[in-house]
C-alpha cells in the first residue's frame, strides 16, 4: 500500500516482513532542567546514554530471533539515512516514527512528533526488522492523540522559536499503508533544520530562545517568508557555513546514535539522578566521553542536542505539557559568554550586550577546516543514487498529491453546502394569519 519509502523494512533488510518497534522514555528532571535553562548538559548526557542503551536493547531483541532460526537486523537510533542525489535529503532507511505508528506503540501529534500514551512524545526510538511473521499490537488510530488531547493543547507550535507548524486547526496528512494520518501544517521543513541544528534559537518576540548558539541575523530583523523556499534554505547553508562548528556537531551526533559502541561505555555515563550538581563536573563528564568514545575533539560545547522543544514540552498530561510550556515561556535567553560559556540572560537587550562584550570567535584554521569538511560530509556519507527508494518515492508523492487533492476537493463541498445551509436558515419564513381554529376542528 502507499506510505513513505521509509516504511519499507526490505530496504534495511531483504525478505524483511515484520517489525518490532521499541521506544524508551526521556528523563523529565534532565527535560526540566533543560527547559528552564537551568543546564542543557544533564539532557545531552541522558541522550547519549539512552540512544546506545535503546541500540543495545533492539540488538538483544536482534540475537533472541536469529536463536529462533530467523534474520534480524537492529536499525541505528539515528543518522542512519539512505544514499540520494541530494545528500542533505536525510531520508532515513527506516522510519522509527512510522514504524511506531504502524506496530501500535504511537500516533502522531500536532508537531508531526509520535506521541505515546504513556509519555507523550519526550521519547527515543529504534526498531528490529525481521523475517519473523509476528501478530501487530492495534493500532491507536490516526486521530487517536490530534481530537482527544492535541485540539485542547497545540503547545508545542508555541515552543518553536522559528514557528514552523500552525496554531490553528489547519492540518495536512501524509499516508501510512494507503491510510490518511494527519499532524498540523508544516511551513517548511528547513526552518526546522536550522532551528534545530542551533543555527537560530532566539524566538520570534525575542523573549526566549532555545539551548541554540547562533542567531540568523536577517530573521531576528524580520521573520523569514516560509513560501520563500530557496532563499530559506541558501540562509540555511549560509548559517551552517558561517559557524564553523557544523561538522564537529553532527560527528557527534552520528558517531553516538548511528555507531554500537560497547556497551560499558554508555552504562558508565550517569543517569540524571547520579550527575553531580556541579555543571564544570558535569561538562567533564560528556566532554570525556566524546573525546574517548566518539573520537570527536576540539568542540568547546558538547551540547548538540540545543532544541526539539515541540517533542520535549509533550509530556503525557495536559497538566504536565503546560507546566514544560510554561518553563520555556519563562526560561529567558541564553547566549555566549565570558569564555564562550553559554550564559543566561532574562531580556534581548542583555543578550545583545552580553554577545558584543564577549564575542563567539573560532581560530581561522579551525572554522575554514570544519566548513571544507562539513561540504564533503554528506556527499561521502549520503550522495549516491538508489533506484528503488527514488521509484518508491515518485509513486508515493504522486499518491499523496492525489490524496490531498481529493482531501480538498471534499472540504470545498463540505463548506459550499455548509454556506447554502446558513443561508438557507438566515431567509426570514413568513408567518400565516387569519381567524382563530375552533375547538374540536379538524
Known amino acids: 500500500p502507499h506510505s513513505p519509502p521509509s516504511l519499507d523494512p526490505t530496504f534495511v533488510m531483504s525478505g524483511a516482513k515484520s517489525i518490532v ?52 537486523k537492529v536499525v541505528p537510533t539515528n543518522s542512519d ?14 522510519s522509527h516514527r512510522l514504524g511506531a505508528i504502524s506496530a501500535g506503540i504511537a500516533a502522531h501529534g500536532w508537531s508531526g512528533n509520535v506521541m505515546t500514551k504513556e509519555y507523550g512524545a519526550a521519547i527515543y526510538m529504534s526498531t528490529v526488522v525481521t523475517d519473523a511473521v509476528l501478530k501487530s499490537d ?18 508545542c507550535a508555541q515552543t518553536c522559536p522559528i514557528q514552523m507548524f500552525h496554531e490553528d486547526d489547519e492540518e495536512e496528512f501524509i ?28 524566538s520570534k518576540d525575542k523573549k526566549w530562545s532555545t539551548w541554540g548558539r547562533y542567531w540568523v541575523d536577517s530573521w531576528v530583523k524580520e521573520h523569514p517568508d516560509p513560501n520563500q523556499k530557496g532563499e530559506v534554505s541558501r540562509t540555511m547553508f549560509k548559517s551552517v557555513m558561517k559557524a564553523g562548528t557544523s561538522f564537529r556537531r553532527y560527528e557527534v551526533i552520528r558517531r553516538m546514535a548511528n555507531l554500537q559502541w560497547p556497551e560499558e561505555h554508555s552504562q558508565a555515563l550517569p543517569d540524571q539522578k ?37 517533542a520535549l514540552v509533550c509530556g503525557p498530561s495536559l497538566t504536565e505539557t503546560s507546566i514544560r510550556h510554561g518553563m520555556v515561556m519563562e526560561s529567558g535567553i541564553v547566549v555566549p559568554g565570558p569564555g564562550g560559556k553559554m550564559t543566561r540572560v532574562d531580556t534581548y537587550e542583555e543578550a545583545l550586550a552580553m554577545m558584543e562584550k564577549h564575542p563567539y570567535k573560532l581560530g581561522f584554521f579551525e572554522r575554514n577546516w570544519d566548513r571544507f569538511l562539513t561540504l564533503f560530509q554528506f556527499p561521502v556519507l549520503y550522495g549516491g543514487f538508489n533506484p528503488k527508494s527514488e521509484i518508491q518515492g515518485i509513486r508515493y508523492e504522486r499518491a499523496l498529491k492525489k490524496a490531498r487533492a481529493h482531501a480538498e476537493a471534499i472540504g470545498r463541498v463540505q463548506e459550499d453546502e455548509m454556506k447554502s445551509t446558513e443561508k438557507a436558515e438566515s431567509v426570514p419564513v413568513p408567518l400565516a394569519t387569519g381567524p382563530a381554529s375552533r375547538p374540536g376542528s379538524s
Open 21 to 72: 518497534s521499541i521506544v524508551l522514555p526521556m528523563d523529565v528532571d534532565a527535560i526540566y532542567e533543560f527547559l528552564t535553562k537551568k543546564s542543557a548538559t544533564a539532557h545531552n548526557i541522558d541522550q547519549k546514554k539512552k540512544v546506545q542503551d535503546i541500540f543495545w536493547k533492539g540488538t538483544r531483541i536482534q540475537e533472541f530471533l536469529k536463536s529462533l532460526g530467523y534474520e534480524a
Open 81 to 94: 539515512y539512505r544514499r540520494s542525489p541530494d545528500p542533505i535529503a536525510t531520508h532515513p532507511s527506516f
Open 175 to 202: 499516508l501510512v499503508n494507503d491510510e490518511q494520518h494527519p499532524r498540523g501544517k508544516r511551513y517548511n521543513i528547513d526552518l526546522c533544520n536550522t532551528a534545530c541544528f542551533g543555527l537560530h534559537a532566539l
Open 274 to 310: 547520579n550527575l553531580p550538581e556541579d555543571e564544570s563536573e558535569r561538562v567533564r563528564i560528556q566532554e570525556e566521553y566524546c573525546h574517548n568514545i566518539l573520537g570527536v575533539r576540539s568542540l568547546d560545547d558538547y551540547n548538540v542536542s540545543t532544541c526539539a522543544h515541540c
Open 138 to 155: 492495534p493500532p491507536l488510530g490516526p486521530r487517536y492523540f490530534l481530537d482527544g488531547y492535541c485540539s485542547k493543547c497545540k503547545l
